[in-house]
């Protein structure tokens, strides 16, 4: 099974295009989610981590002392341990936040972008067009996407940037179909139809009556991918075909790890936990803001 999120649930489609009203709306809805403003709370608190880790990390996250190797959790001067080369886990863990957060959020936007060009093309040309685009899309879109990314890295080889472009193309195909799907709906409104009785041209059509009502649901499926990206970079990287030592990454992390997982488990499985939590976070937040996006009625 693919480990990509199902693209059968979406965001309704509001008409017509999208006014202040509703946009407060979509706020008001959300800020009653509790859940969804905790985990927002959570993933801004971690990209704040991240973007100031140089201050707020107590130690390099490079240095290591064989003296030290695998402190326990609640050593002085090593709150949460030390890993199997004597680094300090917290300042590795916050340094690894920016990377892991790197390749969760990018390959999703960029995939965010090619695939809503494809998609929204293909939802609102149809014909053949739609057809010769859709079925390209789903021969990647057949395989499961860890094996994808793992084979696409295999072939190019490991590296942060190979790893960035394998899943760039493994999340092209969901966010296109979602594209498409969603585009289709709008296509048939009737104040499209309007517009093109009216003798607008089909790039006006798009930018101005198209593109308002499809990019919010399309940007709500992608944020749910945020989540899978992580845990597929981090596996990755788990893999050796990701993040090259000494780097901090969570994933690479726990592949230095997994050797202390006897001697000292609580601090083999801080990467996990951190992964776990960010992912979570994500899910949450983008479940809430599909919540808040799905008007009835």
Known sequence: MSAVTSPTTIPAIPQPARSPGYWSGVFRRFRKDKVAVGAGIIVLLIILMAVFADYIAPADPTRSSMLRRLRPIGTPGYPLGADELGRDMLSRLIHGARLSLFMGVVPVFIAFGFGSL?????GFFGGKFNTITMRTVDIFYAFPSVLLAIALSGALGAGIFNSLLSLTIVFIPPIARIAESVTTQVRSMDYVEAARASGAGSGTIIRVHVLGNVLGPIFVYATSLISVSMILASGLSFLGLGTKPPTPEWGLML???????????????LPGVAIFITSISFNLLSDGLRSAMDVKG
């Open 255 to 269: 592949n230095t790890l997994r050797t202390a997982i006897y001697v000292q488990p609580w601090v083999a499985a």
């Open 118 to 122: 494809i998609g929204v093309a293909a």
